[in-house]
Structures are given as structure tokens and as C-alpha cells.
């Protein structure tokens, strides 16, 4: 079990986390999942009544991704897309695609003072991150990312950024390794 990252404790979280109005008492942020890439914490909040709310906080590496802004802007280009085809569809778009909370004065993210972008979404409750996968859970994946590719076929991919030089460039990497 992760510990409960104090935001009095770490200044950076206070300064990300007073970024944001949470509708609920926030209690903490505790280190989540076990990702090598972004810093990411579960945000818990306590309504007066019922169940906590929670959230996923991301800190993005800019070691992998040099243009964080370049990145978030891909990202709300994406979700936003796909919520509109998702309503269209009758689906449920805060199942269905990831979307985000914004900050306390309109932004999609916020940067801290140190330059770190970080962005809030929901927590999708009940649902799993598998570590490992099986021939059964490759295959879902497979479905799942043929849905995401057929969603994204009419985007206008003329106003994606690059966020990794030669990331989808095959000779490059191979010449690389």
C-alpha cells in the first residue's frame, strides 16, 4: 500500500493541488499504480455525505516528453473528439475516454512552479490496470485500440503535435537500438 503523500509535506503537491477546486474536503493523494513514466497519485476527497471522490493526478515526465504543452494539447484534441462521438453513439463519455478537471481558473492543466505540467481527470471506478496481460486481454486491448483508431478517422490529424521526436519513425529506432 502507498503512503499517503502529505501536500503540507510536499510543497509541489500543495502548490498543484490549491490549483484546483475540489466540489469535497480533500484528504490526501496516495502514489498510484506502477507506471515508469508520469509521477501519478489518487486524489481522495470527502463529500459531507457519501462516498469519497476520487481523482487521478499526473505529473508528466518531461524527460519522455519534452513538450508537455505540445502533449496536452494532443490530449484535449483527442478526448474532445472522441466525447463528441461517444454522446453521438449514446455512450457515456466519462466511461468511455478519459476527460479532464479543470483547474480553478479554466485551464485544462496546470504548471507548477518548478515548470512540471500535471493534469487531473476522474477516477474511473470500477475498473482494472493489469500489469501482465493474457491471450484474452490482448485481445480486448486489440478491440478496444480498433475502436479508438476508428473514432479518430475523421480527425484532423494536421493539428497533432509530435511530443517524441521519431516516436512512430521504424527505422529510426531500429538504427537507435
Known amino acids: 500500500m502507498s503512503q499517503i503523500a502529505i501536500p503540507e509535506k ?12 475540489f466540489p469535497a474536503t480533500l484528504l490526501g493523494a ?14 481522495i476527497c470527502q463529500p459531507q455525505e457519501g ?11 518531461t524527460t519522455a516528453f519534452p513538450d508537455p504543452h505540445a502533449l496536452m494539447e494532443n490530449f484535449v484534441g483527442i478526448t474532445s ?9 449514446g455512450g457515456d463519455p466519462l466511461r468511455q475516454t478519459l476527460s479532464l478537471v479543470k483547474t480553478g481558473d479554466g485551464r485544462n492543466y496546470c504548471t507548477d512552479s518548478s515548470g512540471k505540467v ?10 482494472d490496470c493489469f500489469q501482465s ?6 485481445e480486448a486491448s486489440a478491440r478496444a485500440f480498433g475502436r479508438f483508431q476508428y473514432m479518430l478517422q475523421d480527425y ?22
Do not use: M
Not at 510536499?10 to 477546486?21: F, G
Not at 462516498?51 to 515526465?61: E, F, K, P, W
Open 10 to 21: 510536499d510543497p509541489i503537491l500543495a502548490e498543484v493541488l490549491a490549483a484546483y477546486d
Open 30 to 43: 496516495v502514489r498510484y499504480g506502477q507506471g515508469h513514466i508520469n509521477d501519478t497519485f489518487c486524489v
Open 51 to 61: 462516498d469519497c471522490i476520487r481523482y487521478i493526478l499526473q505529473g508528466l515526465s
Open 81 to 89: 473528439h472522441l466525447r463528441e462521438k461517444i454522446l453521438a453513439e
Open 118 to 127: 500535471w493534469r487531473l481527470t476522474p477516477f474511473i471506478e470500477n475498473t
Open 133 to 138: 496481460a493474457t491471450p484474452e486481454l490482448f
Open 156 to 177: 484532423p490529424a494536421e493539428t497533432l503535435h509530435e511530443p517524441i521526436a521519431n516516436f512512430h519513425n521504424t527505422e529510426d529506432r531500429l538504427a537507435k537500438l
